[in-house]
């Protein structure tokens, strides 16, 4: 699972920083507090309700796209189209187990806790992000979360007090969508032979790099030639 950072707002600091705020900030540090990666051990992993696709038996050379309404304040940052186009810059074997692609709905239960990607059997989901394209978290990014968003163009800005914000624009979000959040999730399908909940997440981590970050330009061309021959035709 591709988790956002969790703004801690359960200590005694954060919450008398934030009862300061605006009430419209509030409620957005609420909402975003999106974590990433290895959820501690003391809670164990989150699985937000969804929707289940039973796998097929027989292997198709195929995947489904479902595209669901991102829900009132959200937006789906990539399209069928991206997600068709970034995959198809990967080879076959690794595409072949995929049978079902999906953008959810963020619901109220999905944001207590909500995920940028998640895998479940053999489909994965992707989230929707603030329409405005801002998080707002209680605390500072950890250097691994500050690393990795600005890797892909996300910029980190002080609020003052315990607020962070955590800014995107649309090209910037597509990228990390496309070259992180699919590909890790992607990755943890292909994970077969781990079993802990942190080598999973070890693997998923270097196939997002291996597979995401570092052939970026490469699946930039791929998706420009997918598409010069899809309008020749």
């Known amino acids: 699972m591709n988790r956002r950072p969790t703004a801690n707002l359960k200590n005694r600091n954060s919450r008398r920083t934030s009862t ?6 509030q409620k957005s540090i609420m909402v975003a507090k999106r974590s990433r990666g290895r959820v501690g051990e003391d809670r164990g992993p989150f699985i937000p309700p969804e929707d289940w696709y039973e796998p097929h ?13 991102p829900g009132r304040g959200y937006e789906h940052v ?19 187990p995929l049978q079902v692609v999906q953008l959810s709905r963020m619901t109220r239960k999905k944001r207590s806790c909500p995920c940028y990607g998640m895998q479940w059997g053999t489909a994965l989901y992707l989230y929707p992000v603030e329409a405005e394209l801002v998080e707002y978290f209680g605390r500072p990014p950890r250097p691994a979360e500050y690393n990795e968003t600005r890797a892909f163009g996300g910029k980190w800005e002080h609020g003052g007090g315990s607020l962070w914000m955590l800014r995107w624009t649309p090209a910037t979000i597509r990228d990390f969508y496309l070259n992180n959040v699919l590909i890790h999730e992607l990755g943890h399908l292909l994970d077969t032979r781990n079993t802990r909940s942190q080598d999973r997440e070890r693997f998923a981590e270097w196939f997002a790099i291996e597979y995401g ?21």
């Open 78 to 96: 990539v399209t069928e189209d991206d997600i068709r186009q970034r995959l198809s810059a990967l080879p076959d074997k690794f595409i072949a």
């Open 213 to 233: 970050y570092r052939n970026r330009s490469k699946a930039s061309r791929t998706s420009g030639s997918v598409r010069r021959r899809h309008r020749s035709k």
């Open 57 to 69: 038996d027989a292997a198709t050379s195929s995947y489904e796209v479902v595209v669901q309404n």
């Open 20 to 25: 300061a705020l605006p009430k419209a900030i």
